[in-house]
């Protein structure tokens, strides 16, 4: 395949302004492009601020399998199945269930732990080169358990990361106290916690614009906003987007960096990719005394706490089947609730703002979809709640991929 010297990217978030770099970096004039008004405004803006490197477990498990009849029916308020009956979703349910295996639950963990990794070396190597500030802070990571089975799991898959050379250890409850006192005021049973002391936090969004800025100045990418693209051609020996007005755009290559959309807009040019969009949510509180400086998650509650500064985050909820972004403010309520029933005094409630809703691009093994189908077209899409984590790692690993001999 022939090496590209003009690009076109689809999608201004952390992935896709991370593939920017990598290839600005390569000689090729990028020319990004987004519906919305600015940079990292879609899942990039209000995801959980945590670059979880050593957290990357697959989401379809053995474990999960068991579960998924409860799910269907309503039982769980962090994880909601809403049905559908359109043929993608279908494809991706049976992929997803193919994928709820131990075998397979393991194989997909470490791949993507693997990405974590290079995209944990690729922000070093990034950061070592420009100074560029977005509140990163080495916070460390504790992972809630509230039952002794579910902690023995936790121990598990810990282990098969510590054997990977991962740095992750079980802690009783007293011991993670004494790291983390806000733990104290856990309103639930705590019988355990995994505790990764060197992983960061920091804002997404903020670190989107600024790399944008760095590559504008330095490699003279441009950026289109407000460009909603309707359709690609990558049939001939270029590839050609055009967008909702009519305007048509040329380059070498484009690529689609959209996140829970790309699915969507690649079935237009015949090419079928299995992501699908799994909605989150989150708010911003102000810290309070009791505030972890550690990152927190809750397990069964499936929510993460990010302090930043002397706000905090909380994030959380699993939503399948509802592709709508708009803020549905039952499930705000439910991720409040469930917030304020783990960890009570780690924000004050009465004062929450920023209410958001954002769509995860799953896939159904959980690790992105890095390919090039075609001379003219290639794809970094489908990181699920992991985007940041793994965008500066699926970046590089894309330019190589187009840079291929």
């Known amino acids: 395949m022939s090496k590209p010297r003009t690009a076109l990217i689809i999608g201004a978030g952390v992935v896709g302004i991370a593939s920017a ?90 791949k993507g732990l693997e990405l974590a990794r290079r995209s944990r070396d690729a922000m070093a190597d990034l950061l070592a080169e420009h100074e560029i500030e977005f509140g990163r802070r080495t916070a460390g990571k504790m992972l809630l358990f509230g039952n002794e089975k579910s902690f023995a799991r936790g121990r598990e898959i810990m282990e098969m990361k510590v054997r990977n050379q991962e740095r992750q250890m079980a802690l009783s409850p007293d011991v993670a106290k004494e790291i983390e006192p806000a733990l104290n005021t ?75 959309t790309a699915g969507q807009l690649l079935r237009k040019t015949k090419i079928h990719i299995p992501i699908y969009p799994m909605k989150g949510y989150s708010f911003i509180a102000p810290a309070t005394a009791a505030s972890p400086e550690v990152s927190i998650t809750d397990v069964a509650r499936k929510l993460v706490f990010t302090r930043i500064g002397d ?38 409630y009465s004062m929450t703002r920023n209410h958001w809703s954002g769509l995860r691009p799953m896939t159904p093994n959980s690790l992105p979809i890095i390919s090039r189908p075609s001379d003219t077209l290639a794809i970094n899409a489908g990181h699920g709640m992991l985007g940041w984590t793994l965008a500066m790692g699926s970046g590089a690993q894309l330019a190589e991929l187009i840079f291929a001999n």
């Open 186 to 260: 856990v309103a639930s049973p705590l019988v355990g916690v995994i505790y990764a002391p060197t992983e960061e936090t920091g804002n997404a969004a903020q670190f989107a614009e600024k790399l944008g800025d760095i590559i504008s100045r330095e490699y003279g990418t441009s950026f289109r906003f407000n460009a909603s693209v309707s359709t690609i051609r990558s049939d001939s020996g270029s590839a050609s987007v055009t967008l909702d007005t009519g305007e048509e755009l040329r380059a070498d290559i484009a690529i689609v960096c959209s996140g829970a």
């Open 311 to 348: 706000e905090m985050l909380i994030a959380g909820l699993a939503d399948l089947g509802d592709d709508s972004p708009v803020v549905r403010p039952d499930r705000m309520a439910d991720l409040l609730e469930s917030a304020q029933a783990s960890l009570p005094d780690a924000a004050d």
């Open 21 to 110: 770099y990598a290839l600005a970096r390569r000689g090729v004039a990028v020319t990004v492009l987004d519906a919305m008004p600015g940079p990292a405004m879609g899942a990039s803006f209000g995801n959980g601020r945590q670059l979880s490197y050593g957290y990357t477990d697959a989401l379809a498990s053995g474990d999960l399998l068991g579960k998924i009849p409860r799910l269907a029916l309503g039982g769980d308020p962090a994880f909601k199945i809403y049905p559908t009956l359109d043929l993608a979703s279908i494809r991706w349910k049976l992929q997803f269930l193919r994928n709820c295996t131990e075998r397979k639950f393991r194989k997909n963990s470490l």
